[in-house]
């Protein structure tokens, strides 16, 4: 266990190692495409180069990141430093990577096949991914608006990539619009928190609210009502979702994926951070709020969703709906809910991308054929990726032994915990009526034949092929063992940074190799609890 | 006039312009009342004895960012509608009063900066430790390159993105 008291610069850089890599690989893509390309372009035809440079340099910055972020759980620094380093960090860059490796894994077949520019893709996506790695690790307001801001531009501009295609400039102005909008009320939100607590470091704010007599302050709750607005744009809860239909069906599928994922699970992250450990101390100020979020982010969009007749526009409204369960997680304001929705964003991660790689897949070129007519017949013509994408659907669904379910039960477990019954029980009542429009396609798939003139989709790439098998084959095998993936979850929420009265005692306790701030006894007592609540999950 | 006077004039004229910006027809004369919403804020900004700061927003966007704005609405010919916008007697009378209010009262606080200076220091306004020794710009740049490091860093990285995304946007095809 090393301790960093961010004395010198030096430890800012090792305690932000994964974001440096990947802003050092990001570079060297760009540098490699202004000075090197230029000389072999012309006599090599890049385009079907599928192994490129540029996504060998992204591969690798991500495999070293995710490196760098294991060596970083060892690490540990003060409560009210600028970055966080403790185990729920680590695990939120472990969900956020491996999403972007299994994006950037399955878009290089479509980037080859859509003729999309690679280095700007891929230079994009990793300031994407620095942005989102930021938004996770701040521990101070400032530091999470510039990293939800970096996150936010690169990826309006990935929307935007298929520059001769006017949903994809469409989508990307909207996402635009409708996001600097978001970031203003978030912005302002974090003005007025200043004005209440006279900080923007998290820790010290926390500890202003709950001992101090700011807690009815109006400033506070103007403050805390806008940055929830804010964060219900990103992570595009009902009533803040209305742009997400169109952007994710007007993105090109990979950016689509990523969006889903990465953009959605960085913003999650961070709220979840913010609310319920740093704003943990007073629930009142925003649990109503995110009760009715919740309740509305469950039950609109898995009604709309019913009626789809695109494939992608369907994902888009189900994955709204996934932000209602996960929200759910955040409403019970326990550390079970917390870890209940790391689990499920983890899940979700990897059967978002999955069926979404599926389905740009199914499209051919052009990104044309996604309707859900197009999937008549799939299960016969092209077995292997129908029994994959039946494995994705029925885990998104949330049918039993798939991660999503362990997931979901995880959740439900958390709310009947905490008391909240309703929310529970819609929970349940949302999931039966998503079985419908999940369901759908798979009839499609497999009850119903092809017109006679459908052509056939392409076999997919060895890298493509063996990248969604392995997920399926992830998410059965965490459906059927998720103990141990269960105990990860607990254990990276029990080892996140709670802002604690006494900042500078803590600061000698660990600099005397206590283990953590708090009182050891305490948190092991407490974990042990609720892993004897989770014996039930854990027998699958 | 006090100096709570001032600081509420130049909140008042920087929501009133606001309003009006976000309700005119014509971008060109939104862009103008903006540029009074900047120049009332930097007004607010000296009254805080922010005057790095109040500099800084004039400068910056009520020079650059405004002129900007300004091109490309004239490059897009979007000045031309034919909405009498200040040419009303209401219009020239909010316009004309803002103007003259603001205006007067910032010549006042330039000519008169040293009747106010004794003033500025008797009012609730706390001034941070150590602002007279190290003058105004000190406060900012010190926690800017020593706390907020890794602020500034991730800024610069912010900056790169949207730099190469406003160029892969707007470059001819290639292809």
Redesign the interface.
């Known amino acids: 266990m090393r301790f960093f008291d961010f004395a010198s610069?030096g430890h800012?850089w090792l305690a932000?190692l994964p974001e440096v890599i990947l802003?050092l690989s990001a570079?060297a893509i760009?540098m490699r495409d202004a000075f090197v390309e230029k000389v072999s372009r012309g006599s090599v035809d890049l385009v079907d180069d599928r192994a490129s440079v540029e996504y060998l340099i992204t591969m690798y910055g991500i495999a070293a990141a995710l490196i760098a972020s294991l060596w970083l759980s060892d690490m540990s620094a003060p409560t009210d430093s600028?970055?966080a380093l403790d185990g729920f960090r680590v695990a939120a860059n472990f969900i956020l990577l491996g999403g972007a490796l299994l994006v950037v894994t399955l878009a290089n077949d479509y980037l080859a096949r859509e003729?999309l520019?690679t280095a700007?893709f891929h230079?994009?996506l990793l300031?994407a991914l620095?942005?989102m790695l930021?938004l996770v690790a701040a521990r101070?307001l400032?530091?999470l608006f510039?990293?939800l801001?970096?996150m936010s531009?690169?990826v309006?501009?990935l929307t935007?990539l298929v520059?001769?295609d006017s949903r994809s400039s469409e989508a990307?102005l909207k996402y635009f619009i409708v996001g600097a909008f978001a970031s203003a009320f978030l912005l302002y939100g974090i003005a007025l928190l200043y004005g209440a607590t006279g900080t923007t470091r998290l820790a010290t704010a926390a500890v202003a609210i709950t001992n101090e007599a700011v807690g009815g302050n109006f400033l506070l709750t103007a403050g805390v009502g806008m940055l929830i607005i804010g964060f219900g744009f990103k992570i595009a809860a009902v009533p803040f979702h209305m742009w997400t239909p169109d952007v994710y069906e007007g993105a090109p599928t990979p950016v689509t994926a990523l969006m889903a994922t990465g953009v959605k699970a960085a913003a999650f992250i961070a709220l979840l951070r913010v609310l319920t450990i740093d704003l943990g101390g007073v629930t009142d100020l925003w649990r109503t709020a995110i009760w009715w979020l919740a309740m509305l982010t469950m039950i609109v969009p898995n009604l709309i969703a019913l009626t789809q007749s695109d494939v992608k526009r369907m994902l888009a409204y189900s994955s709204i709906a996934h932000a209602g369960y996960l929200l759910v997680g955040v409403a019970t304001s326990s550390s079970l809910g917390r870890a209940g929705s790391l689990f499920y964003l983890a899940a979700y991660t990897v059967m978002t991308v999955g069926s979404l790689a599926i389905v740009f897949h199914v499209a051919g070129p052009g990104d044309r054929k996604s309707r859900i007519q197009d999937y008549r017949g799939l299960g016969w013509q092209r077995p292997g990726l129908a029994v994959v994408l039946l494995i994705f659907l029925l885990s998104l669904a949330g049918f039993p032994p798939t991660m999503g379910f362990v997931g979901k039960l995880f959740l439900l477990r958390a709310a009947i915990d905490a008391g909240e019954i309703i929310l529970a029980v819609t929970l349940v009542l949302t999931s039966l009526v998503a079985y419908y429009y999940y369901l759908r396609i798979v009839w499609k798939m497999y009850f119903e034949s092809a017109p006679e003139d459908a052509e056939i989709p392409e076999a997919p790439g060895v890298a493509f092929r063996w990248t969604v098998g392995l997920s399926a084959f992830a998410i059965i095998f965490a459906g059927l063992f998720p103990g141990r993936l269960i105990d990860r979850a607990q254990d990276a929420v029990s080892d996140s940074m709670v802002p604690s009265d006494e900042i500078s005692t803590s600061h000698m306790n660990e600099f005397h190799g206590s283990d953590l701030p708090r009182d050891p006894k305490v948190v092991s007592a407490e974990t042990g609890s609720q892993r004897e609540s989770l014996r039930e999950l854990r027998w699958r | 006039m006090s100096e709570n006077f001032l600081f509420q004039a130049f909140s008042a004229s920087a929501i009133l312009a606001a309003v009006i910006m976000v309700t005119r027809k014509n971008p060109v004369t939104a862009v103008i009342f903006l540029v009074v919403v900047f120049f009332s804020v930097s007004g607010m900004f000296l009254m805080l004895d922010a005057h790095y700061v109040a500099a800084i927003n004039v400068i910056l966007y009520g020079g650059a960012i405004m002129v900007l704005f300004l091109f490309v609405i004239m490059l897009l010919n979007l000045g031309h509608t034919k909405q009498k916008d200040l040419k009303g007697p209401m219009g020239g009378l909010v316009g004309g009063t803002i103007a003259v209010a603001f205006l007067g009262t910032l010549t006042q606080f330039f000519i008169g900066g040293s009747e106010f200076e004794g003033m500025s220091r008797q009012g609730d306004v706390q001034l941070p430790l150590g602002l007279e020794q190290q003058g105004v710009i000190a406060p900012i740049a010190r926690p800017l390159f020593t706390?907020?490091?890794?602020?500034l860093e991730?800024?610069g990285?912010?900056l790169?993105?949207?730099i190469?995304?406003a160029i892969?946007?707007t470059k001819k095809?290639s292809?």
Request: negative net charge; proline residues 2%.
């Open positions: 610069h800012y932000l802003s570079v760009l600028l970055i003729r520019p700007e230079a994009l300031f620095v942005g930021v101070d400032i530091l510039v990293g801001e970096l531009i690169a309006y501009v935007g520059r001769n990307s | 706390d907020y490091i890794i602020v991730v800024t990285i912010l790169l993105t949207a190469v995304g892969f946007l095809r292809v």
